[in-house]
């Protein structure tokens, strides 16, 4: 059975940093990307970062290009996602997933589908 368990998130500062994780157990061999996908009120759950955890290879969003960083440590199973320079927008229930994309802008397409899903973490950003 595949878990995604994700590190607290918190209360932050704007202009601060935040650094996410998101432990992977069981096989999911058949759900290679593993992307981190922000819901807000405001905004529907949508991936904006993903890594291919055989060949590391990762995708971001436009909209986050330059502020958030996927990452992965393969030997431990770990997902990182880091965010520098908070703004309050990012304030967002944070989720990791994993499944299985032809490629990262197919893993983070409107409408991608994941087979798994971790328990979201609660990011407040304030002014």
């Known amino acids: 059975q595949v878990q995604l368990l994700v590190s607290a998130g918190g209360s932050l500062q704007a202009g601060g940093s935040l650094s996410l994780s998101c432990a992977a157990s069981?096989?999911?061999?058949?759900?290679?990307?593993m992307a981190w996908s922000p819901q807000s009120p405001a905004n529907e759950r949508e991936g904006v970062a993903a890594?291919?955890?055989?060949?590391?290879?990762?995708s971001h969003a436009d909209s986050v290009k330059g502020g958030f960083t996927i990452s992965q440590d393969k030997a431990k199973n770990l997902v990182y996602l880091q965010v520098n320079d908070l703004k309050p927008e990012d304030t967002a229930t944070y989720y990791c997933?994993?499944?299985?994309?032809?490629?990262?802008?197919?893993?983070?397409?409107?409408?991608?589908?994941?087979?798994?899903w971790g328990q979201g973490t609660q990011v407040t950003v304030s002014s």
């Open positions: 997933a994993a499944g299985l994309a032809t490629s990262g802008r197919a893993a983070l397409a409107t409408g991608a589908k994941y087979n798994y």
């Open positions: 890594i291919h955890t055989s060949g590391g290879f990762t």
């Open positions: 069981g096989n999911h061999t058949d759900s290679k990307w």
